[in-house]
């Protein structure tokens, strides 16, 4: 059974950083690809960031453009997404997400893409 297990959330201020891990279990994570999503209170949940397979190609909301990184190490089924200059609006509860589909040089950007799903980590900055 497949099971995904977010960590490393937290609180941080404004202009902090803070470096999220998805620990994937029970699914071939290498032929898997991998996105990170966000939802705010009283907002719906949105795409963040996600990297494919077998090339790691990234692509990014356009709101964490430029502040955060998603990384993948398949060696430890583990995909990171590392953020800088938090602000407010990062505020969230995160999730990490499994795409167990093969998509060619599609980009998995909605929430039905994905078939598995971890139960989030919740990210608060203060201002």
């Known amino acids: 059974q497949a099971q995904l297990v977010e960590s490393g959330g937290g609180a941080v201020q404004a202009g902090g950083s803070l470096r999220l891990s998805c620990a994937a279990s029970g699914l071939t994570f290498s032929s898997c690809d991998m996105g990170w999503f966000r939802q705010s209170p009283g907002k719906e949940r949105e795409f963040v960031a996600t990297?494919?397979?077998?090339?790691?190609?990234?692509y990014y909301a356009d709101s964490v453009k430029g502040r955060f990184t998603i990384s993948r190490d398949n060696g430890k089924n583990t995909v990171y997404l590392q953020m800088h200059s938090l602000n407010a609006d990062d505020t969230a509860v995160y999730y990490c997400?499994?795409?167990?589909?093969?998509?060619?040089?599609?980009?998995?950007?909605?929430?039905?893409?994905?078939?598995?799903w971890g139960q989030g980590t919740h990210v608060t900055v203060s201002s």
């Open positions: 997400a499994a795409a167990t589909r093969y998509g060619g040089f599609v980009y998995y950007i909605r929430d039905s893409d994905y078939d598995y």
């Open positions: 990297i494919k397979w077998p090339y790691a190609n990234t």
